[in-house]
């Protein structure tokens, strides 16, 4: 079992930065794969990036190339979502997920965050 806290979220101006962190429970951590996932309203969830479980590997949504950038620390048990040059269109809840495969991106992911709150204004 893992579990993932999300934080880090907030109101940001568009142009602005945020890093999101998410900090998982288990003995586990540096077997999964991890990704970030975001959901604003009205719409589905999106993917936005995947990392490997040795951090090697990674793989971004298209509309955040360039801008997002993620990380971990195995040590620390943290996965981390660097997002700049935000954007309204940037403003959802974002999660954590962890995933037991490894290739990346996941087909599925196996444990979820709560979610942290990321709004952009104009």
């Known amino acids: 079992q893992v579990q993932l806290v999300e934080s880090g979220g907030g109101v940001v101006q568009a142009g602005g930065s945020l890093r999101l962190s998410c900090a998982a429970s288990g003995r586990t951590f540096s077997s999964y794969a991890m990704g970030w996932f975001r959901q604003a309203p009205g719409k589905e969830r999106e993917v936005v990036a995947a990392?490997?479980?040795?951090?090697?590997?990674?793989n971004y949504a298209d509309s955040v190339k360039g801008r997002f950038t993620i990380s971990r620390d195995n040590a620390k048990k943290s996965v981390y979502l660097q997002m700049n040059s935000l954007k309204p269109e940037d403003t959802a809840v974002y999660y954590c997920?962890?995933?037991?495969?490894?290739?990346?991106?996941?087909?599925?992911?196996?444990?979820w965050g709560q979610g942290t709150q990321v709004t952009v204004s104009s």
């Open positions: 997920a962890a995933s037991r495969e490894a290739t990346i991106p996941p087909d599925e992911y196996d444990f």
């Open positions: 990392i490997s479980w040795s951090g090697g590997d990674t």
